[in-house]
């Protein structure tokens, strides 16, 4: 009696726990839209390679909407010389102009990049009420990524996470 008791709290809390944390474990896939890569004219290159959004309505918060968007950023080094990449730096422009920060977790350390290499890295945003999971975003990097401690001069690169239904 007592060990059936146990083993359904067990069972419970299990999928409580699953409730919670499938929507920050949703699968990462091509935007619906992507504005292709942002290049400099020194030979770096920036691309939104593959991203999730999640967007959770919440009655208590009308036109409030929760909105989780993970960015997979790729960054392409075609030049003889190392980089750093400050993934802090990163922003995410909303439909409105608002710019995100990120809430990666160590983000503040920088990425190094040697001459030649290309890495991935994904980023986190979070907000309420700025951004929607089927309007146009922009992944800025603003002065994050850098060539013997100077920005290198990037644009935006945008992208439709979902189409509207």
Not at 87 to 99: E, H, K, N, Q, T
């Amino acid at each position: 009696m007592i060990s059936r008791k146990i083993v359904s709290i067990g069972v419970r809390s299990i999928l409580a726990v699953g409730i919670f944390v499938a929507p920050a474990c949703a699968p990462l896939r091509l935007p619906y839209k992507v504005g292709g890569p942002a290049a400099s004219r020194e030979g770096v290159e920036l691309a939104v390679s593959r991203q999730s959004c999640t967007q959770n309505v919440d009655p208590d918060f009308s036109g409030q909407d929760l909105v989780e968007e993970v960015v997979e950023v790729q960054v392409r080094n075609a030049t003889p010389n190392p980089l750093k990449v400050q993934r802090d730096a990163f922003r995410l422009i909303s439909p409105d102009g608002y710019g995100l920060k990120t809430m990666t977790w160590r983000a503040i350390d920088p990425l190094p990049l040697n001459g030649g290499e290309t890495k991935s890295f994904e980023l986190r945003f979070m907000t309420r009420g700025l951004l929607q999971c089927t309007r146009e975003m922009k992944l800025d990097p603003d002065a994050g990524v850098r060539m013997n401690g100077r920005p290198i001069e990037l644009g935006a690169v945008s992208f439709q996470p979902s189409r509207a239904l």
